[in-house]
């Protein structure tokens, strides 16, 4: 199974920008579909966004669409989330999981998971 360790969160005003990062390590980081997803306080974890083994397909949730990015060095076995126009709303926990069905990701569940980065962004 692969290993994940997330990275680069941190403390952040309202309209800034943040870069995390997921570094795998473990059995073959290719196999993996890999997403973000985040769990606010008294809030269910939620899904954020999500890319395929290759990178060819990404998938976001609307709250986040057209300000977050993700993608995925292989050779590195790396992958990023680009946040930018940070609101309040986003502060969670975020959490880098990784699957071999996209879809499951999209439904918060995966075969592997991080130990989570706090993001913290404040008005």
């Known amino acids: 199974q692969v290993q994940l360790v997330e990275s680069g969160g941190g403390l952040v005003q309202a309209g800034d920008s943040l870069r995390l990062s997921c570094a795998a390590s473990?059995?073959?980081?290719?196999?993996?579909?890999v997403g973000w997803l985040r769990q606010a306080p008294v809030k269910e974890r939620e899904f954020v966004a999500a890319?395929?083994?290759?990178?060819?397909?990404?998938l976001y949730a609307d709250s986040v669409k057209g300000r977050f990015t993700i993608y995925r060095d292989n050779d590195k076995t790396a992958v990023y989330l680009q946040m930018n126009t940070l609101k309040p709303e986003d502060t969670a926990v975020y959490y880098c999981?990784?699957?071999?069905?996209?879809?499951?990701?999209?439904?918060?569940?995966?075969?592997?998971w991080g130990q989570g980065t706090l993001v913290t962004v404040s008005s």
């Open positions: 999981a990784g699957d071999r069905q996209i879809r499951n990701l999209r439904q918060a569940q995966a075969d592997a």
């Open positions: 890319i395929t083994q290759s990178g060819s397909t990404t």
């Open positions: 473990g059995r073959a980081f290719n196999w993996y579909a």
